[in-house]
């Protein structure tokens, strides 16, 4: 079975763009979240969807929204990006309340 | 605000070892709590999963125990490999939908052949 797949793996961007990133869960998962991850860091959590319902927002501006379509994959947008906003970005999905399974992530770059 | 704090910072012992690393969270208030390894610049994989109302869990050479009301958890690694190196991060849930984690800032452990 195929585990949770991020696009793209890499991308590099400049102040100012805007950014779509995607996420395809696990067969059956309908939970996803999105998690910023800075290098050195721990990852923080943005935001979460169950059932295409946003179920959680973490501490990031309104720059950052989210959405889950009815095959549960999901989409993160970032506008204005600023050159703090370059991290790792990791979508994870779960049945509910179970383990966490983490996709590899897209490394984004601001210039 | 829940705090996940991590010790040691990195770690690094000769393979055979059997090591203890420790989390400490500010809030008990927890719903669940989560071992997990990152590869360097991979995502995350769960180890283990601990509800909060269970004590510990074990799946091979791995045991994380939870004590909620003193804030605190630990993960042991009996017999330690170099495959073992990587970081480790611990993560605790604030609600019932299971998602929403705070992540302590990791242990990087290095295991010496």
């Known amino acids: 079975d195929a585990g949770v797949t991020q696009s793209p793996t890499h991308l590099i961007k400049t102040r100012g763009q805007h950014v779509t990133l995607r996420c395809s869960p696990i067969s059956g998962h309908k939970s996803v979240s999105w998690y910023q991850q800075v290098l050195g860091q721990g990852p923080q959590f943005i935001f979460q969807y169950y059932e295409k319902e946003e179920r959680g927002r973490g501490n990031f501006p309104d720059r950052f929204s989210a959405r889950q379509f009815p095959n549960y994959s999901s989409e993160l947008n970032v506008n204005a990006l600023l050159l703090g906003d370059s991290a790792l970005y990791l979508c994870a999905s779960s049945l509910r309340d179970e383990k966490l399974f983490f996709g590899s992530g897209t490394q984004l770059s601001v210039l | ?113």
């Open chain 2, 1 to 113: 605000k829940q705090e996940v704090t991590q010790i040691p910072a990195a770690l690094s012992v000769p393979e055979g070892e059997n090591l203890v690393l420790n989390c400490s969270f500010t809030d008990s208030a927890i719903y669940n709590l989560q071992w997990f390894r990152q590869d360097p610049g991979k995502g995350l994989t769960s180890l283990l999963l601990i509800q909060s109302s269970q004590r510990e869990q074990t799946s091979g050479r791995l045991n994380a125990s939870l004590d909620k009301s003193s804030g605190r958890s630990t993960l042991y690694i009996a017999a330690s490999q170099p495959g073992d190196s990587a970081t480790y991060l611990c993560a605790v849930s604030r609600d019932n939908y299971g998602q929403n984690f705070v992540f302590g800032p990791g242990t990087r452990l290095s295991v010496l052949p």
